[in-house]
Structure formats: C-alpha cells, structure tokens
C-alpha cells in the first residue's frame, strides 16, 4: 500500500505513476511530429469540409509566416483568438504557438466592457475575430494595444459554393453579423494567401514560454489570465493519453468537439490530446442548436465525446438522439461541473458508455483526476490523479488530512500554471510555498484514493461549466442608479446546474426587475446575466457590515 499515494492500488492496469516530461520540448513538438505521422488523415472537420493533418501543417505555417513577417510579431507577442468552433481555430492557435508568440483565447460572446479589459490586461497586439463578434470589437479596439485585426466569417473554409452560401445566409438571412467597419481590418483568406508565400522560421519555443493566456476569475474571483506554458500543456496531453492508453486506436478515433475551443477543457482533452494521438476532431459551431447537433451526430462515425452535464442532458432530451448509431461509441467524458447522477445514469442507458467523470482547472491545463475509463457505472466521484500528479486533502492550518475527512482540494504536478499573468500577489494566494496549488475545492478522500467533491470553498458560482463571479455581476448591477445594496448568489437549476440569482435593496421604489435585467445585458455576457432577481428591504450583514452571502444562498428561493 502506498501510504503517500493509496489512488496507486487503484489505478488502472498498465498505466504508469509518472509520465516522461522530457519527451517533447513544446506543443509544436507534438503538432510538428502528429502533421509528420498522420499526414493524409483527417485532422478537423466541420460543416463537412475536412482538414487533413498535412492541410492543418500548412495552413498554420502560412498563418505563422504572416504574423512574423508582415504583422511583424515577435516571439511572446499576445494574439488574441476570438472564435467559435470553425476551423480557423486550429490554425491560428498552431500558427501562433508555431511563431513563438502566445495565444489569448477569447470568448466571442463577450461584452464591449469584458472584451477591452482583456485585450488590455493580456497586452495583445493582434486579433483573429469572427464577422458575428466584430462590432462589439469596433467599440473598444482604439483603447487597446491591438495593432492587427484579422476578420473571418464561419464559411471561409468551407469551400464553393457552401462557404459563400454560408457567409450569405448569415449577414442577409438570419442579421447574425453586424454591420461594422474596423480600419486596416485584413481578411483571413488574403492572410493565408500572402503567407503562403512566405517562410516561417522555426522558433525557438522552450518548455517554459508561455503558451495560452487563458483568462478565468480563478479562486480568488479577479479576472485574469492564467500563464499556461508549453511544458503544462504538453504534461497535461500526455497524462490524459497515458490514461486513455489502448482504448485509443491510433489514427482512428473521432472526437465530438462541442464544447467551444476558447474553454480549456476542450482545447486540451479534445484539440491537442485528440491531435497527439491522430484523430479528428468534429468540430460542432453551434451546440445549443440541439436537433441540428442531433442532425450533424447523424453522419458521423464518432467514438468518442466530451462534454459537460448540461450538453448531456440536452441531447438525452432532444428527439432523435436516441436513434444514432451509437455501434463505435467508446468513451464519454464529463467535466467542467458536476456530473448529476440522474443524467450519468440515462446517459449509459441510451448509449451504452459510461459517462466518465474528471475533474480539473483552468490553472491546472486542465486536467488533475479522472475515474478508470474501465468502470461499469458512474460512481460520483471525480476519480484517481493522473500521473505524475500529487493531489491531497488540507485542513486550514495545512494539515494533510486522512481518508474521510473534508478539506481543500489542493494539486501539485508539472501540469499546475506558472502563475497570474502580472499578478505575483493573487499566484501568491493559491500556490503556496511547498508548489501545492489551493483548488478553492472542498473534497475527500476514500481509503482507495479516488476524491469526491463535496463543495466549494468560495462563492463561486458554476453556470454550465462556465465560472461566473459574484464580485463581478454586483460590481455591474451597482451602477444602476435604482440600486442601493446588491448581492449576486448560484441557486440550483436543472438545466444549467447553477443560475445567477440577485438579492436587491431598491434606492428608486420604481425600479423593476425588467430595468435590471436590461442593464445586465449591456455588461454582461449571457450565462453572467441574473436568471432570478429578489427585491428586499436589507440585505443579511456581519457585525462589521460584509453581506452574508452564505446566508442568502442557504435560504435562496429560486424567484
């Protein structure tokens, strides 16, 4: 029995405790050598256009040539990637990783207001954005650093005639794309030309450069970015192949991409380990669109998906699904919020697989524990560290505790970020001296070593796996002229797991919750933005004024 490590008794059959670190310098070690080995075979596809391993080498090539010589970028420089699920994400985020800058993956539902504090505090210089999302770009561009703007619409890789019906349905159908000028704007396609014809000299990327600035509000709930190096990523890839091991045919397997590339959680577990291991990922643009997700299932030989508990429960509930051919399905991963019980039970019913629970962090690549991909059942815990990762139980006053007992979650391994990017006194909060990082996370652990979550440590609140902080919707709302005290809480929902519910003490007695919820949308993005609004007369305090937030979430209604 290991009594540092019991989860080793209980690791699967074959999988080594540690992992070679050495094996490659960088992420474009990896990609360089899988664009080598799989050349011919699918890559990534979308909308039925297909991109092979060799397309994916050039293009990216030809995308890095550009940013070097003619946007004239300089190793470390910060691009921004403000995209949905097209298949320009790939080769923008290889060709910057392949030019040595650092990606700054952005989400393109932000708001003017989240977008500028972004660009601004990540110092990008360039931007790849999407037609749809541009006019929210136009409003703030000229109060950032940003230097370059690259703009796409969703169809133009789909080829001719389906991209220029695409492109044409969107701005004239359907009003999805804005009107918006943004001077010395260049289009992707004339990027990609213009490269193509130049050379990419080879970077000298080491296992420390930063790789992704992946923005989160963290454990401590001020927004920044996680320093993600290319030796966390990296570490991170190889331990999630390590443990899919043999169920994994190399070269073979198709991977449903549904969550949005911009989330940690599908650009480790699904762009990168999925490339490291040849297989092509299906890229899905819209998932909330859930009977045209059904429709695209339909006509692919997939095997593999990964996914949060809302996406799971969505597609049990949508006509049709449960008529896909399900014949080659191995392997369902959950992650990003918990997996409930009742959808992890239907799920393997419909299916077949077990829906799979890991557990992990933006901080931490993402992935720190993941259950047995051999188990029958769900068993509602958050499974076994992954090798050549530490994970522990600590008290407050840093004890380790013993199986059983609840404390913080807390990580140590070569996949745990670098820091906060310019932020050396939040890292300090969350990285102690002794390298653990503090999750926020309360767990225990079972005498087998597999950790089940038992709550969070901070007011957090988890909306369909996206992380929405309090700090931030009160700081919104309180703008609002009518409003004189506010305090943001989660309250459980079934679709979404969690909801924003608001507590306000009215300073206008005509203020409504319509006046609030139009102000929120102006700020806010739309999973941020209060579902439920309560009026009251006073807030609950302690005896030196903070709001009790514990309090209003233990006696919250959700109206």
């Known amino acids: ?67 070097v010589h003619e946007a004239r970028l300089k190793k470390g420089d910060r691009v921004a990637i403000m995209l949905p699920n097209v298949l320009q994400y790939p080769i923008a985020i290889f060709g910057a990783l392949r030019a040595g800058l650092t990606v700054v993956n952005t989400n393109p539902m932000y708001t003017a207001r989240e977008l500028k504090h972004q660009l601004n505090d990540s110092g990008a210089v360039a931007i790849l954005v999407l037609d749809n999302f541009a006019a929210t770009l136009q409003q703030v561009v000229a109060e950032t650093g940003v230097r370059h703007v690259i703009g796409t619409g969703v169809g133009d890789l789909l080829g001719f005639p389906k991209g220029m019906i695409t492109n044409f349905v969107l701005k004239y159908i359907r009003k999805a794309v804005p009107e918006h000028h943004i001077e010395g704007e260049v289009r992707f396609g004339e990027v990609l030309a213009r490269g193509a014809d130049l050379s990419l000299p080879k970077a000298e990327v080491g296992a420390e450069d930063i790789a992704f600035l992946q923005y989160t509000g963290g454990t401590t709930g001020v927004s920044k970015g996680a320093m993600l190096t290319h030796r966390n990523l990296v570490a991170n890839m190889q331990q999630a192949a390590a443990w899919i091991g043999e169920r994994a045919v190399i070269g073979e397997e198709h991977i449903i991409t549904a969550l949005p590339l911009y989330h940690i959680f599908a650009l480790t577990a699904n762009c990168l380990v999925f490339m490291k291991l040849g297989g092509v990922n299906h890229l899905i643009t819209n998932p909330r669109d859930m009977p045209g997700f059904v429709r695209e299932l339909r006509r692919i030989p997939f095997t593999c998906m990964t996914g949060v508990n809302t996406l799971f429960n969505g597609l049990l509930n949508t006509p049709g699904f449960e008529q896909l051919d399900f014949s080659r399905f191995k392997l369902t991963l959950g992650g990003g919020m918990a997996v409930q019980r009742a959808v ?216």
């Open 1 to 67: 029995m290991h009594t540092d490590r019991p989860w080793l008794s209980s690791y699967p059959k074959g999988i080594q405790p540690e992992i070679d670190l050495h094996e490659y310098g960088s992420i474009v070690d990896i990609l360089e050598t899988s664009c080598a080995q799989f050349a011919e075979r699918p890559a990534f596809e979308n909308m039925g256009r297909v991109l092979t391993y060799a397309d994916i080498d050039r293009l990216s090539r030809a995308f890095g040539a550009w940013l």
């Open 344 to 559: 992890a039970e239907r799920w393997k019913k419909v299916t077949g697989t077990t829906l799979t629970e890991a557990y992990g962090l933006t901080e931490t690549s993402p992935a720190v524990c993941i259950n047995p991909l051999d188990l029958p059942d769900y068993n509602g815990s958050i499974g076994l560290p992954l090798p050549s990762t530490e994970v522990c139980i600590k008290a407050e006053d840093g004890r380790i505790l013993p199986p059983g007992e609840v404390g913080e979650l807390c990580v140590r391994g070569p996949q745990v970020m670098k820091g906060y990017w310019q932020r050396p006194e939040e890292t300090a909060k969350v990285i102690d001296a002794d390298g653990w990082l503090h999750t926020g996370d309360m767990a225990r652990m079972d005498e087998k070593g597999f950790f089940y979550i038992v709550d969070r440590k901070k007011d957090m609140i988890l909306v369909s796996g996206f992380n929405v902080y309090p700090n931030e919707i009160e700081d919104v709302i309180a703008t609002h002229p009518g409003v004189l005290e506010v305090a943001a809480v989660g309250v459980p929902d079934e679709k979404s797991g969690e909801a924003v519910k608001v507590v306000i003490v009215k300073k206008d007695p005509k203020l409504t919750a319509e006046d609030i919820k139009a102000h929120c949308r102006e700020s806010l993005t739309g999973y941020k933005q209060p579902r439920y609004i309560e009026f009251r007369n006073e807030l609950p305090k302690s005896n030196v004024g903070k709001i009790l937030r514990r309090e209003l979430r233990e006696n919250a209604k959700p109206g």
